[in-house]
């Protein structure tokens, strides 16, 4: 599609997944960006990407980065996650599908490499610039300028704008700005837990030494170990666990403990990460929390997208994909709107907001799935009917796992809906030990009676 080049220059702060993306549709459909961010420029100097090293893609991710043409670029640096693969204290393994359909998978992507790419395009763009090592440091609303501190040499710049989008993370300074003109507060809501990542290294022929194609789970409770595959046949590791208490990273702190622990809780494992104590104490622990704020925007001056709007704990893999989703609802907007920021700005405040508090719960909710259910017969038995019903009354019933991570449909939705499935399974699975035994008589009754028709991919 070719767009005239618009005379209005957007500004972006913070160049992580979610603004380089949002400079590559942008910048597509003919507006002229300046991006900035504060660390160095990735693709030139040795830095971390951020948080966690690998991610999972899923179905709402990938339909933006359609949007900006970048799958072809993305799809070779994709690794296939078809399920979960449990590992029970004894070594045991449970492989539990995804989904029901070859699409239904979600994939492993490293996050450096990911953000290059988005750089990238939006370099090639032509219409985008971009200026690194520039923290934001406060915004002037009355007089359209921002304050950059240039973080080597710590000169201050003001810079005028048009339209600002803070796409600068969970401890956004353009979402502190925003605020200080609506008195309106954001809510931090610490989770109590945190996690460290740490690495199995490929075997000795380049070869996987777990299953490839799967995302591990070593589900002990209160706490958990997760693996996914990296495109070099390693894996990244990574440890949640509650900051305080009995097991808790404030207790495991030593080179015995921490050796100790792994041999008690997660025996198969140990001898494939073979840095363990040395990673466990030079790779840093990351606190995970919730971020809620109210509004997003400010008149037709400023939009937070992203963590800066909504940053949510990782147990659904939904972070990055919500705030891709979002840049791509900002799009629709504009191109509903024409130019005019103070409705398009407005309307993705409306949209975005509820969905961005239904994923945020979600998210907490699958932490308890991902570190406890997994290993129950009851859970099982209720994911293994739902694919059942959702063969059998399609356009009624989908599980809430499918309506998060393969379909569109909004998170709000997908929550409500959710929350009337789960009441269905637990009536038709109350008495039952297997699937043979439930009455799908009632439980066509119910789905007919209690859930209308879903659009799954509006
Ligand atoms: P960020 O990635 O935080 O990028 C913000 C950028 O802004 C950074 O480059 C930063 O340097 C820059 N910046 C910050 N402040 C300023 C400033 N003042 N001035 C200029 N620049 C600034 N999501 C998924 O979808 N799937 C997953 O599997 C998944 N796994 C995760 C695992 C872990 C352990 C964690 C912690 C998160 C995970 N997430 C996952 C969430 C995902 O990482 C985030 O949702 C995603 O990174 C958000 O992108 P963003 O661009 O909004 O913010």
């Not at 915004?139 to 003001?158: C, G, R, S």
């Not at 504009?334 to 945020?360: L, T």
Request: aromatic share 8%; hydrophobic share 40%; proline share 4%.
């Amino acid at each position: 599609m070719n767009h005239s080049i618009h005379k209005e220059k957007i500004t972006i702060i913070g160049a992580g997944l979610v603004g380089s993306l949002l400079a590559v549709l942008l910048a597509k459909r003919g507006y002229r960006i300046a991006l900035y961010e504060r660390r160095p420029d990735m693709r030139r100097t040795d830095i971390s990407a951020g948080r966690s090293i690998n991610l999972a893609l899923a179905n709402r991710g990938i339909y933006a980065l359609q949007q900006a043409e970048l799958m072809e670029k993305i799809s070779p640096i994709l690794t296939e996650m078809k399920g979960r693969m449990v590992h029970d204290i004894e070594g045991q393994l449970n492989f539990q599908s995804y989904g029901q359909k070859p699409e239904e998978v979600i994939y492993s992507v490293s996050r450096g490499e990911l953000n290059k790419i988005c750089l990238n395009a939006a370099e090639e763009t032509g219409l985008v610039d971009i200026f690194f090592n520039q923290r934001c440091e406060s915004v002037d609303f009355k007089n359209n300028q921002i304050t950059f501190v240039d973080e080597n040499t710590a000169t201050q710049t003001l810079q005028q704008f048009s339209q600002i989008i803070g796409t600068d993370g969970s401890a956004s300074a353009v979402r502190e700005a925003i605020h200080q003109q609506t008195s309106q507060q954001h809510e931090i809501i610490p989770l109590g837990h945190s996690y460290k990542e740490l690495r199995i290294p490929p075997g000795r022929n380049g070869e996987y030494l777990i299953e490839k194609n799967a995302l591990h789970i070593w589900p002990r409770g209160g706490f958990m170990l997760i693996a996914l595959p990296n495109a070099d046949a390693s894996f990244t590791v990574t440890l949640f666990m509650s900051n305080e208490g009995n097991i808790s990273f404030e207790n495991i702190n030593s080179a015995e403990s921490v050796k100790a622990f792994f041999d008690e809780y997660f025996t198969d494992i140990l001898p494939l990460i073979p840095q363990l104590t040395k990673d466990f104490f030079s790779n840093p622990t990351g606190k995970l929390a919730t971020v809620k704020c109210s509004p997003w925007h400010f008149k037709d001056k400023a939009l937070l997208l992203g963590d800066a709007a909504h940053a949510i704990v990782p147990f659904h893999g939904q972070g990055m994909n919500c705030g891709f989703e979002d840049a791509w609802e900002l799009i629709k907007s504009i191109e509903q709107h024409a130019g005019d920021f103070a409705k398009i700005f407005a309307q993705v405040n409306q949209n975005r907001k509820i969905n961005g508090d239904a994923i945020a719960d979600m998210a907490i909710e699958n932490y308890i799935t991902m570190r406890d259910s997994v290993r129950d017969k009851k859970f099982l038995l209720k994911n293994a009917l739902a694919f059942e019903l959702e063969k059998r009354f399609s356009g009624y019933f989908c599980p809430r796992y499918s309506m998060v991570m393969f379909h569109r449909l909004p998170y709000s939705e997908a929550k409500s809906r959710g929350i009337i499935q789960e009441a269905i399974l637990n009536q038709l699975t109350e008495s039952i030990q297997s699937i043979k035994q439930v009455d799908y008589a009632l439980a066509e009754q119910l789905i007919k009676e209690k859930l209308s028709p879903v659009s799954l991919n509006p």
